[in-house]
């Protein structure tokens, strides 16, 4: 049976054919995809060197994944990763890409862990209110001179949820979960 604690070790053969140690059989790409995708840690060596191949192949399914139009890196994002090769900021890169999946990951883990305690967990999520604070602020600025627009007032604690406000709340709540678990 598999360790899900441990990294599933794949190695690569000279023909370079990748054999999974834990089933074995051989692996695409896409099948290691699927594995870090279900949670899993993968390890790659190269059979003969014992060199870790890993990075290399993560970076080989994301170009995949990007080719194919799964395009998760805007353009902007993937010029400032090449640049920062070139620059005294590339020791910065890494742990500021780190850090920031990091409390990605946490963020995610609070919402699920908030749905069914709060009344919208979205209102939980770290971030949230300067979230909406920042776009008022935009909706304010691009909308301010449009006939007809007035900027939404304030809510008040006073006021209460009608029931077609909360069922329709309760419909993109569930759709979110829907996305979140195809994620």
Do not use: C
């Not at 699927?34 to 890993?54: P, Y």
């Not at 883990?109 to 749905?115: A, F, G, I, P």
């Not at 007035?150 to 406000?165: D, G, L, M, R, Y």
């Amino acid at each position: 049976m598999a360790d899900p604690a441990k990294p599933l070790l794949i190695k690569r053969y000279a023909s370079r054919r990748l054999y999974n140690t834990e089933t074995s059989d051989y692996v695409t790409l896409e099948d290691i995809g699927t594995f870090i995708r279900a949670g899993r840690e993968v390890q790659i060596i190269d059979l003969k060197s014992g060199d870790d191949l890993t990075r290399q192949y993560l970076l080989q399914i994301v170009a995949e994944h990007e080719s194919k139009g799964d395009t998760v890196l805007p353009t902007n994002v993937l010029t400032d990763l090449v640049r920062s090769y070139t620059t005294n900021i590339q020791s910065v890169v890494p742990q500021f890409l780190a850090a920031s999946f990091e409390m990605l990951r946490d963020g995610q883990s609070k919402v699920l862990e908030n749905m069914g305690t709060i009344p919208n967990p979205l209102l939980a999520m770290p971030g949230f209110e300067a979230m909406r604070k920042q776009q008022e602020a935009f909706m304010k600025t691009m909308m301010g001179g449009v006939p007809g627009w007035s900027q939404p007032a304030p809510e008040t604690k006073a006021e209460t949820t009608t029931a077609e406000e909360l069922a329709e709340i309760k419909r993109q709540f569930a759709e979110l979960q829907k996305k979140l678990s195809q994620l």
